[in-house]
């Protein structure tokens, strides 16, 4: 079966590639708002000519265009997210080919959201295609959900979803948007971190002041490095109060899906760009803290004259850009208050802490008989097996909570794009025409895969929901 659907997807890569560069073609950024409505109606188009009943739904920012295949009576429904905004594509000269006039080289199709992540998700759409083709129908029910706002952190992809909780229905969601590891497996992720990006501010004199007024006049900048110093101990220690209460340590099961993967050392030194891990940290243990470690980073830091020479001043403001990763079960609203009362106690209720996005982590508990559909499929593409991570393997965070959460469903994370030098968010994003093509194969092999033996005994809609021992632990 797969043999003959794969086979039809090779033939039909020419025909792919240039409905793919349509949508490509389409300026869609978010930040800027440039384009956004004309591709989030063009995507609409390219729904409803796969055979999905597609809406365009609003929200308080760009809109979601879901599309469903409305076969109710199938045993299985899958919901399939992705994401039609994309970065700015600054700065211009430094593209070998403009960012919107996507053109293949050397087997890489070069483009803005060739990657990330219109040619990511419109291999859904071509699977369901291309099984409707070969198979003359679908065997499972597919709901797409693509939003506009992933790249501006998806704000108003939970409210969106909560309101269409029924809409958004399925016993599984899917997002492409994994790795292929150095050792060239497939990696399927569980979960994801979650985000506080919090910025911290202090105050001094009303403008910047001549530095001999120092004896009298607070520096903001002395402020903000006290302020700093509180959070993190030089052992790495996060030290806000209550910081790891609520945090989960990994299961035997977590221990052992990591143990498995095999670790290349020099291969991470070089991606890092740095000649050692913190604390000396190799193997599998260096992989367990990368994965399971909440952190507390400082990402950005400015005060005062950084300029040439001297100037002698006592600045007027001092901030501090702070990321802190989070794990299941910390939640963002618990952190963000746990950090205004450490600093408080501390005699810092002078610094003003404001929150500018967050995440929520999330973590699935898939069923076994559901995951080794999974595993099969994704291994019939590859020729590999996959490696399975219970929270993303870069660390990195997303809108997983949004399924896991807000929707009541497991969910899992599978690759389509090849793992270097995809220059996503950069000049020169590409992504590899066999990765393409990879994705359209993943997802056909998922749909057919789902309908395969073992579908629900119980009826539509039952497969994985039958309980909270085989569902989702709640990330609350
Ligand atoms: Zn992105």
């Known amino acids: 079966m797969h043999a003959e659907l794969f086979e039809y997807i090779d033939t039909h890569r020419d025909r792919y590639l240039s409905e793919l560069f349509l949508l490509l073609r389409q300026p869609s950024i978010s930040a800027t708002g440039e384009g956004m409505r004309e591709c989030a109606e063009m995507l609409a188009r390219d729904m409803q000519t796969v055979g999905l009943d597609t809406r365009i739904l609003p929200t308080a920012g760009h809109p979601v265009v879901f599309g469903d295949t409305l076969n109710r009576e199938a045993p299985f429904t899958l919901l399939i997210y992705g994401h039609y905004d994309v970065q700015p594509p600054e700065p211009l000269d430094k593209w070998h080919s403009p960012p919107f006039e996507p053109e293949i080289r050397d087997g890489r199709m070069y483009g803005r959201g060739t990657a990330d992540n219109k040619g990511q998700f419109f291999t859904h759409l071509k699977a369901i295609q291309a099984v409707r083709e070969v198979l003359g129908g679908l065997p499972i029910r597919v709901k797409l959900l693509i939003e506009g706002e992933e790249e501006v952190g998806s704000v108003h992809l939970s409210a969106c979803a909560r309101t269409h909780r029924e809409l958004l229905h399925a016993d599984l969601a899917l997002g492409v948007d994994g790795n292929i590891h150095a050792s060239g497996r497939p990696e399927i992720a569980l979960g994801m971190k979650g985000m506080l990006y919090a910025e911290l501010a202090a105050r001094g004199p009303r403008t910047d002041l001549h530095c ?265």
């Open 212 to 476: 001999g007024k120092d004896p009298l006049v607070v520096n903001p900048a002395w402020r903000l490095i006290w302020a700093l110093a509180t959070l993190r101990g030089s052992d790495q220690r996060i030290l806000i109060d209550g910081f790891y209460d609520r945090v989960v340590p990994p299961s035997r099961e977590d221990l052992a899906l990591l143990a498995s993967v095999p670790v290349d050392m020099q291969d991470l030194f070089e991606t890092f760009g740095v000649d050692a891990f913190l604390g000396g940290a190799t193997g599998t243990e260096a992989l367990q803290r990368l994965v399971f470690e909440p952190t507390c980073s400082i990402d950005g830091l400015v005060s005062g004259y950084t300029g040439a020479g001297m100037k002698t001043i006592i600045p007027a403001t001092a901030t501090a850009k702070l990321c802190l990763r989070l794990v299941p079960e910390q939640t963002s609203a618990e952190i963000f208050a746990a950090l205004r009362r450490h600093l408080d106690r501390r005699g810092f209720q002078d610094i003003q802490l404001t929150s500018i996005g967050t995440f929520e982590p999330s973590r699935s508990v898939v069923e076994p008989r559901l995951m080794d559909k999974i595993l099969r499929a994704v291994a019939s593409v590859y020729g590999r097996d996959p490696l399975v991570f219970p929270l993303f393997s870069t660390g990195g965070s997303g809108p997983d909570f949004v399924f896991t959460r807000d929707l009541a469903m497991p969910s899992v994370w599978i690759p389509c794009a090849q793992f270097k030098n995809k220059n996503v968010h950069a000049p020169n994003e590409n992504l590899t025409v066999e990765g393409f093509l990879n994705g359209i194969k993943t997802t056909a092999a998922l749909i057919v895969g789902f309908a395969e033996r073992g579908a629900s005994p119980a009826g539509p809609g039952d497969l994985p929901h039958r309980g909270a021992s085989s569902g989702v632990r709640a990330d609350g």
